[in-house]
Nanobody
């Protein structure tokens, strides 16, 4: 069993930056990990994912602004978010060990990101 804990959320003005971290209680180097977000009244959406080999994938809405990365030695994943927009406001959750195209085994509790205009 692996537990995931997000940190780094907060309130930022539009155009600002935040860096989210997802720390795992166990080894995560062998599986895919991802960041999801859910805004009020909307469905959860994939923001970005990263496989064990390091290849990444991004939602069109965040391409060029967000960067996903991982430090396998620290069992930690990151999401660098730049040029934030009010529409990026959501609860951001990390996930690990993909077992289907849209499903992951492990989930964090989430961290709130609020972007003011």
């Amino acid at each position: 069993q692996v537990q995931l804990l997000e940190s780094g959320g907060g309130l930022v003005q539009a155009g600002g930056s935040l860096r989210l971290s997802c720390a795992a209680s166990g080894r995560t180097s062998g599986f895919s990990m991802a960041w999801f977000r859910q805004a009020p009244g909307k469905q959860r959406e994939l923001v970005a994912d990263i496989i064990s080999g390091g290849s990444t994938n991004y939602a069109d809405s965040v391409k060029g602004r967000f960067t996903i990365s991982r430090d396998n030695a620290k069992n930690t994943m990151y999401l660098q978010m730049n040029s934030l927009k009010p529409e990026d406001t959501a609860v951001y959750s990390c996930a690990g060990l993909r077992n289907s195209p849209t499903s992951y085994v492990y989930w964090g509790q989430g961290t709130q990101v609020t972007v003011s205009s």
